[in-house]
């Protein structure tokens, strides 16, 4: 197919050339030129080569953050997606329900990581906490501090309260998208409410699920702020995500190198990981 | 003004300046190196003091990178369209997208390297041309 070229849409391009080179491309070089060098301050660099990367790859502490991070971000697509589809379905599509379901819903999405990290450290405590005092007094033993499964239950109900808003509010968006002559041909046809979610809702909300799937693994898959404020890693390091690591590598121990290493392969991890993602589910998209 | 896109045949004039460039830059890496008993340092910083960090080796990295991008650009001038097709993969992709399975590969190579057999990554640099090439054939 033959398309229109216009050389000057180079131009409108060049802003976004110019901001991108600022805020990723000059930094990932820089991250790059640490990866292999080795740094004791003030900006005196010594040639280690693939030291960092060996390091990094051969240490069980990377490989059991890097589980951590993916059975952490695979419980919460697990939860969210199919819960926000729900939610979704269930919200009124007109009338007063609409705004303040909508602003129920966002209100989550509005407040800041470390609040969100604050909030639940504060609820989960079990001498001051409402959460975790209730627990106490009707005798269920939760103590987020010390007990690993219990560390884990806090940060994945957080997640779930903080962020299947958005998952809700992307499928909600598809949802109301669709013309009502698909329903009304749905109902003359005779379709069980299986049958529409099936055959018209689940197919018209795809595009959108693939941006809130996407979304959700990536944030989850960096998360940092809020198990940095809720456990800080903890107990031991059942909750040390490669973000948690990373930033314990590069600024509490000053391993410049080895953090830089740490993070280009955290980053080609990510890449690849939403790549499969999109490829998979555009391609199934397109199919169908 | 608009036009429509055809295969033009000035692309040499195009595949000539960035090789040109590509090489001349790779001059000006080299000559900036510093001389230490009278052989150049080939690992040291090239700007000593600099917050960047700049290597030789880390200089001919993102120069590759940027030669690489280049020549698919004076790909794309010589043959307009991004030749879309479905390959062992099942789905369909252009230039680009073979370019970007081929990086994203070499890179994953080179870190199972690094992983698994020891520092020496010429082995595994020669490894991911292979498979960029089986990449742009067969994906």
């Keep these: ?288 | 003004m608009a036009t429509v896109s055809q295969r033009t045949n000035r692309w040499p004039l195009a595949l000539a300046v960035v090789l040109i460039v590509y090489a001349a830059l790779t001059g000006l890496l080299i000559s900036a190196l510093p001389v230490k008993d009278g052989a150049r340092d080939w690992f040291a910083p090239l700007i000593p003091g600099g917050w960047m960090a700049w290597s030789f080796p880390g200089a001919m990295f993102f120069l590759t990178i940027f030669a690489l991008l280049s020549l698919m650009a004076v790909w794309e001038y010589a043959s307009p369209g991004g030749n879309p097709r479905v390959g062992i993969l099942r789905f369909e992709t252009t230039r680009g997208d073979r370019l970007f399975v081929s990086l994203l590969g070499s890179a994953f190579i080179h870190l199972a390297w690094l992983g698994l057999v020891g520092p020496n990554v010429w082995w595994a640099l020669a490894l991911s041309v292979v498979y960029a090439i089986g990449v742009f054939k067969l994906v």
């Design chain 1, 1 to 288: 197919m033959e398309k229109t070229w216009n050389n000057k849409a180079w131009f409108m391009v060049l802003p976004v050339l110019v901001l991108v080179a600022f805020s990723a491309v000059i930094p990932l070089m820089t991250v790059v030129n640490y990866s292999v060098q080795d740094t004791f301050g003030n900006n005196e660099f010594f040639w280690a080569g693939t030291d960092w990367f060996i390091q990094v790859l051969q240490s069980d502490r990377f490989w059991d953050a890097l589980q951590r991070n993916l059975l952490f971000s695979g419980i919460i697509l697990a939860i969210e997606i199919p819960l926000g589809i729900l939610i979704a379905l269930n919200m009124p599509k007109k009338g007063l329900g609409v705004p303040v379901c909508l602003v129920l819903m966002s209100l989550p999405l509005l407040i800041p990581w470390n609040v969100v990290g604050t909030i639940w450290q504060v609820f989960g405590r079990v001498d001051i906490g409402l959460l975790g005092y209730t627990l106490a007094a009707i005798g269920i033993p939760y103590n987020y501090v010390n007990n690993v499964l219990d560390a884990w239950i806090t940060l994945i109900v957080m997640d779930v309260w903080h962020w299947t808003s958005l998952v809700v509010l992307l499928c909600y968006a598809g949802l109301v998208s669709i013309p009502d002559a698909y329903y009304q041909a749905a109902k003359i046809d005779g379709a069980s409410r299986w049958a529409v979610f099936r055959y018209i809702q689940l197919p018209k909300m795809k595009r959108v699920l693939l941006i809130a799937f996407l979304l959700r693994f990536m944030d989850s898959f960096m998360i940092y702020t809020e198990p940095f404020v809720i456990t800080g890693g903890g107990p031991g390091n059942a909750t040390t995500f490669l973000s948690i690591d990373l930033v314990k590598t590069a600024i509490g121990q000053f391993d410049l190198g080895p953090a830089a290493a740490l993070s280009l392969i955290y980053f080609l991890i990510i890449l690849l990981l939403s790549w499969i993602f999109y490829t998979v589910m555009t391609n199934s998209d397109a199919q169908s």
